[in-house]
């Protein structure tokens, strides 16, 4: 994505060939900072504080981070702890076991002479199959929403509603569900996106709007609680989320309040659809009851930060004095819910034969 006519993906290394950046998505989207990460403790932090967030780039930095930690130190005690330190900084997403049982699998069997570059190869790849993912997916997204806006007459605007950030900042590049609004946005279909908001964290708002400003997509922040009212209005022709689990079956975890607008599109007849790369499918899983559930520092949602009258980014209360607070980062929604899963191999139902379709490598071990 272009900020300020310069093209950034979210993470790549620095002049010096090893130091890994990133871009500090807590800062965002008052400031656009970048994030050195010198250490494989570095990467976990970012993880670990959201400075990078999102399935498929908490991937690609737990990658780089196994990385990062075999240029200080090859041996293999300090692969064990490395992989151990990087899966621990986040529960829910599947991409961050993923990349590090990825990383684990090819460097174990090489010399510890050999880790080092083959680490940094290994990691350059998971990103560069990040980006090619997203691309397909925006590319077999884009045909869901050109198909839905020829059928609904061609309106002057095609409503679609999103909810926490699964675009550009949440990977590599381009995004899993902002994909397929970014490609039919350049194809000259005029979308229009309603932002959730994404409390407590304010993704939405901050980062999704943020995303579609620098694209030139037409878009309005909206309440999390508004989206029922919209649907049962006609304002809404399509929802698309991403998801950072997705079980063998099809019930999908994304960010806590997607399970509440799959019900309210449910009820309305508006198509859902998740946006997802294989990656994010844990084949092992039936039941998304089975997902682990992060549960975050309640101060996410006791307090918020914004910028004052005077430019300045200040932390306020939001609750009283010794209110507890419950943080649930995450729900399912189970896959009757969901219309599609769209993939980087297209478009399939919410079901373990539909899953298999697409993916039939997968079938002898994918839950039953």
């Known amino acids: 994505m272009k900020i300020d006519g310069r093209w950034y993906r979210t993470i790549w ?16 989207p008052f400031e656009f900072a970048v994030v050195s990460l010198k250490t494989v403790e570095d990467a976990a932090q970012a993880i670990r504080d959201m400075t990078v967030r999102g399935a498929p780039l908490i991937g690609a930095t737990a990658a780089y981070g196994v990385a990062l930690a075999m240029k200080f130190d090859k041996s293999d005690t300090h692969l064990t702890q490395s992989l151990g330190l990087l899966k621990a900084a986040r529960p829910t997403a599947v991409n961050l076991a993923w990349a590090v049982n990825e990383m684990q699998q090819y460097l174990a069997p090489l010399s510890p002479g ?12 998971i990103c560069e199959d990040d980006v090619a993912q997203c691309q397909a997916i925006g590319e077999s997204g884009c045909d869901i929403i050109t198909r839905l806006w020829k059928s609904s007459g061609e309106p002057a605007r095609f409503n679609v509603l999103t909810h926490c950030n699964a675009g550009w900042l949440a990977c590599v590049d381009w995004g899993t569900a902002l994909a397929p609004i970014y490609k039919a946005h350049d194809a000259g279909i005029p979308v229009h996106v309603w932002v959730d ?31 029922g009212h919209l649907m049962q209005h006609d304002r809404v022709q399509m929802a698309i989320v991403g998801s950072d689990r997705t079980t063998a079956h099809g019930d999908v975890c994304n960010k806590v309040g997607t399970y509440l607008k799959a019900l309210a599109a449910h009820d309305n007849g508006v198509p859902f659809y998740v946006a997802l790369p294989s990656t994010t499918i844990d084949w092992t899983l039936k039941n998304g009851s089975d997902i682990p559930i992060e549960e975050r520092d309640a101060r996410e ?61 997968r079938a002898r071990e994918a839950a039953e």
Do not use: M
């Not at 050999?114 to 790849?125: L, N």
């Open 13 to 28: 290394l620095a002049d010096d060939g090893w130091t890994v950046q990133v871009i500090d998505q807590t800062r965002l």
């Open 114 to 125: 050999d880790r080092v570059a083959a680490a940094y190869a290994r990691a350059a790849q």
């Open 197 to 227: 908001e994404t409390r407590p964290r304010n993704q939405g708002a901050s980062l999704t709007a943020f995303e579609l400003r620098a694209h030139g997509v037409p878009h309005t922040v909206i309440a999390d609680n508004t989206g």
């Open 301 to 361: 949602l006791s307090h918020i930060s914004g910028r004052n009258a005077a430019g300045k980014i200040e932390t306020v209360q939001l609750i009283p004095d010794g209110s507890p607070a419950l943080n649930v980062a995450f729900d399912v929604t189970p896959a009757r819910y969901v219309t599609g899963l769209i993939t980087e191999r297209g478009v399939c139902k919410a079901t373990r034969e539909g899953l298999i379709g697409l993916y039939p490598e």
